[in-house]
Nanobody, 119 residues
Framework: QVELVESGGGLVQAGGSLRLSCAAS????????MGWYRQVSGNQRELVAR???????NYGDSVKGRLSISRDNANNTVYLQMNRLKPEDTSVYYC?????????????WGQGTQVTVSS
């Protein structure tokens, strides 16, 4: 089983910054892609950013140029540096990881961390 623990959410004024962290633990052979999604209307989630084990990154269009994803492979941790935040960035942010366990290659999710940007 793979557990993802997020930290770093909170309340910030527009134009401010936050840094999210997500650490993976449990029994797995490797962590492939890691990243973040955020809740949009209803039960939909949209991609914020993802990073491969080799460091290749992808970003959602609405965050390009303002958010930056990185990872520490030795500690199975992914970070999201969020700069120039806007009120529309307010959401619950979910960490995900694609992990290889003894049973399968699967996607795992964290519990989510709230980010609130005030205007």
């Amino acid at each position: 089983q793979v557990e993802l623990v997020e930290s770093g959410g909170g309340l910030v004024q527009a134009g401010g910054s936050l840094r999210l962290s997500c650490a993976a633990s449990g029994k797995f052979f490797s962590i492939n892609a890691m990243g973040w999604y955020r809740q949009v209307s209803g039960n939909q989630r949209e991609l914020v950013a993802r990073i491969s084990i080799g460091g290749i990154t992808n970003y959602g269009d609405s965050v390009k140029g303002r958010l930056s994803i990185s990872r520490d492979n030795a500690n199975n941790t992914v970070y999201l540096q969020m700069n120039r935040l806007k009120p529309e960035d307010t959401s619950v942010y979910y960490c995900f990881a694609v992990a290889q366990t003894t049973d399968r290659l699967g996607s795992y999710w964290g519990q989510g961390t709230q980010v609130t940007v005030s205007s």
